[in-house]
């Protein structure tokens, strides 16, 4: 069990311009989720995947926004012409499938965004 | 909507002291709850979850109680220590998805 895994761990870029981040969750977990949490704040949720079916998404998650989970292994979240307010930590978690979801999610360390 | 709301936000406490975090939620109807710890720039690491039908938990110094009924968990921390400075964040599940809150930050002095 090596953990959570995300990658990039920053990400500087100009506004306007596209962002791709990847998270490769623990192997057997079969549900992937992706946080959002700005500076004091909680983490919120944008969007969660079963295997590779992504079954909800956050009215946090404009139009710019868009995850993937091919083959229901690693993910990615691309966010398309960055703005200013996209700046944050961008979390992803994973978890077993239970009866209830009550399976902990176990979390990667996290891609801090900064816009220019 | 489920909100989350912990208090105090911020707590700063000396070596030794044993100390306690709250945390209440306005909807009963949850799955688990889980208590967080953050470190600056760092993810997420759990201390501890306890299920809806669970009463409290415990491993090590911490030990984190549940009542569902009336919307409220604690955070037990005993004999705090310097590394114990993080920031505590609960979470409560009512299907797959966590409702956070804001966090308390947590300051121990050597």
């Known amino acids: 069990d090596t953990g959570v895994s995300q990658d990039p761990r920053h990400k500087i870029t100009k506004r306007g311009q596209n962002v791709t981040f990847r998270c490769d969750p623990i192997s057997e977990h079969n549900r992937l989720y992706w946080y959002r949490q700005t500076l004091g704040q909680g983490p919120e949720f944008l969007t969660y995947?079963?295997?590779?079916?992504?079954?909800?998404k956050s009215r946090l998650l404009s139009d710019r926004f868009s995850a993937e989970r091919p083959k229901g292994s690693f993910s990615t979240l691309e966010i398309q012409r960055t703005e200013q307010g996209d700046s944050a930590m961008y979390l992803c978690?994973?978890?077993?499938?239970?009866?209830?979801?009550?399976?902990?999610?176990?979390f990667g360390d996290g891609t801090r965004l900064s816009i220019l | 909507k489920q909100e989350v709301t912990q208090i105090p936000a911020a707590l700063s406490v000396p070596e030794g002291e044993n100390l306690v975090l709250n945390c209440s939620f306005t909807?009963?109807?949850?799955?688990?709850l889980q208590w967080f710890r953050q470190d600056p720039g760092k993810g997420l690491t759990s201390l501890l979850l306890?299920?809806?039908?669970?009463r409290e938990q415990t491993s090590g110094r911490l030990n984190a109680s549940l009542d569902k009924s009336s919307g409220r968990s604690t955070l037990y921390i005993a004999a705090s220590q310097p590394g114990d400075s993080a920031t505590y964040l609960c979470?409560?599940?009512?299907?797959?998805?966590?409702?956070f809150g804001t966090g308390t930050r947590l300051k121990v002095l050597a």
């Open positions: 306890i299920q809806s039908s669970q």
């Open positions: 979470a409560v599940s009512q299907t797959y998805k966590y409702i």
């Open positions: 978690a994973s978890s077993l499938a239970g009866t209830g979801s009550n399976q902990p999610q176990h």
């Open positions: 909807d009963s109807a949850i799955y688990n």
């Open positions: 995947f079963q295997n590779e079916a992504q079954l909800e």
